[in-house]
């Protein structure tokens, strides 16, 4: 395997670091607000186990400190009588943890059976990782969205995950559980929301340079805004209007854009890297990081290495007029 040089050198590369470790912990404090049946059957089995471990860890110590206290050499003693064994201490020991472990089984059994169950035969949503985003396709409507994953709020969805390329690991701390995506061995997990609202997602298992940048967006919102968001995404791409999109439109066509990404409605149709045909109705760019600005669009159209170093699309070293109608036609894409 070959290994990723980390192009950012320094100051810059230790800031990122530190910022990725800051990150990891606000990961992992999210899944302290869990916000679905699933993920609160998780909090509360992680909450029960803590208090027994708890207990257990009080209970050896107490027992180690009162042993030494009272049972210390004195002066002039000698070594103790020494014995064989002793069955009543025996069974207690045995049983005591064969109780503890039989009660902590049943109680993860349960919490599976309510944050896992079988998964049914067609799911609602394929999601694919790719180094270094999401892609998210919705099996009954059509619809394809990359990063910015809309579901109905108070309903389970039925997930099937699967990798383009390497290990990636979809999770959603507020939500549900981890789950690995395999590239040709698709895992299936549940998700869910009760309340409408935006849950930031996570890439957890390390995939390469911008692994740290590997965010997505949940938006749970109520039905009948689901469904205007999903036949908005259905919609063909907008047509360019003005000279600028126009020329913007005949550029990306002409240009390698066409070999990674797709357009509704255009000759470009390839699902290398995101879909742009609703580009513009997303919050956010570069799978989180930067806001989805038309000034974030120029920037990253001009270098998009300066701002996600290592991602896929290379620098195609455009004129800044070429960018200015690329990004006057990729803006009308709402
Ligand atoms: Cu994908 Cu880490």
Same mark, same amino acid.
């Given at each position: 395997?070959?290994?990723?040089?980390?192009?950012?050198?320094?100051?810059?590369?230790?800031?990122? =670091?530190?910022?990725?470790?800051?990150?990891?912990?606000?990961?992992?404090?999210?899944?302290?607000?869990?916000?679905?049946? #699933?993920?609160?059957?998780?909090?509360?089995?992680?909450?029960?186990?803590a208090?027994?471990?708890? !207990?257990?860890?009080?209970?050896?110590?107490?027992?180690?400190?009162?042993?030494?206290?009272?049972?210390? #050499?004195?002066k002039?003693?000698?070594?103790?009588?020494?014995?064989?064994?002793?069955?009543?201490?025996?069974?207690?020991?045995?049983?005591?943890?064969?109780?503890?472990?039989?009660?902590?089984?049943?109680?993860?059994?349960r919490?599976?059976?309510?944050?896992?169950?079988?998964?049914?035969?067609?799911?609602?949503?394929?999601?694919?990782?790719?180094?270094?985003?999401?892609?998210?396709?919705?099996?009954?409507?059509?619809?394809?969205?990359?990063?910015?994953?809309?579901?109905? !709020?108070?309903?389970?969805?039925?997930?099937?995950?699967?990798?383009?390329?390497?290990?990636?690991? /979809?999770?959603?701390?507020?939500?549900?559980?981890?789950?690995?995506?395999?590239?040709?061995?698709?895992?299936?997990?549940?998700? #869910?929301?009760?309340?409408?609202?935006?849950?930031?997602?996570?890439?957890?298992?390390?995939?390469?340079?911008?692994?740290?940048?590997?965010? /997505?967006?949940?938006?749970a919102?109520?039905?009948?805004?689901?469904?205007?968001?999903?036949?908005? #995404?259905?919609?063909?791409?907008?047509?360019?209007?003005?000279?600028?999109?126009?020329?913007?439109?005949?550029l990306?066509? =002409?240009?390698?854009?066409?070999?990674?990404?797709?357009?509704?409605?255009?000759?470009?149709?390839?699902?290398?890297?995101?879909?742009?045909?609703?580009?513009?109705?997303?919050? =956010?760019?570069?799978a989180?990081?930067?806001?989805?600005?038309?000034?974030?669009?120029?920037?990253?159209?001009?270098?998009? =290495?300066?701002?996600?170093?290592?991602?896929?699309?290379?620098?195609?070293?455009?004129?800044?007029?070429?960018?200015?109608?690329?990004?006057?036609?990729?803006?009308?894409?709402?």
């Amino acid at each position: 395997m070959r290994w990723y040089a980390c192009p950012l050198q320094g100051r810059r590369r230790m800031n990122l =670091q530190l910022s990725s470790a800051l990150l990891l912990g606000a990961d992992v404090l999210r899944s302290l607000n869990p916000q679905s049946p #699933q993920a609160r059957a998780i909090f509360n089995l992680g909450i029960v186990t803590a208090i027994v471990l708890a !207990v257990i860890f009080a209970v050896v110590v107490a027992i180690v400190v009162y042993a030494l206290v009272r049972f210390r #050499q004195r002066k002039g003693e000698g070594d103790p009588e020494q014995k064989a064994g002793y069955l009543p201490i025996e069974i207690v020991w045995t049983v005591i943890p064969f109780v503890i472990v039989t009660v902590l089984f049943v109680l993860a059994a349960r919490t599976m059976g309510i944050s896992d169950p079988a998964p049914p035969p067609n799911p609602d949503l394929v999601i694919i990782g790719h180094q270094w985003w999401w892609e998210a396709r919705y099996t009954k409507s059509g619809v394809i969205a990359a990063n910015e994953i809309h579901i109905p !709020v108070g309903k389970p969805i039925a997930l099937k995950l699967d990798s383009a390329d390497v290990l990636h690991e /979809f999770w959603v701390p507020e939500l549900a559980r981890k789950m690995t995506t395999v590239p040709g061995h698709p895992n299936h997990m549940w998700l #869910q929301a009760d309340k409408a609202g935006t849950y930031l997602g996570f890439c957890s298992e390390f995939c390469g340079t911008q692994h740290a940048w590997m965010h /997505f967006l949940i938006v749970a919102e109520p039905q009948e805004n689901f469904e205007t968001w999903e036949n908005a #995404q259905l919609a063909p791409a907008a047509v360019p209007v003005t000279e600028n999109a126009r020329k913007g439109l005949a550029l990306f066509e =002409q240009m390698s854009c066409v070999n990674c990404h797709a357009i509704e409605g255009t000759t470009a149709s390839a699902s290398v890297g995101p879909n742009l045909t609703h580009f513009a109705s997303r919050r =956010q760019l570069g799978a989180g990081i930067v806001a989805n600005t038309p000034e974030n669009l120029r920037r990253w159209l001009t270098d998009p =290495q300066k701002v996600k170093p290592g991602a896929k699309m290379p620098d195609f070293k455009f004129t800044s007029e070429q960018v200015t109608d690329l990004a006057d036609y990729i803006e009308t894409l709402k």
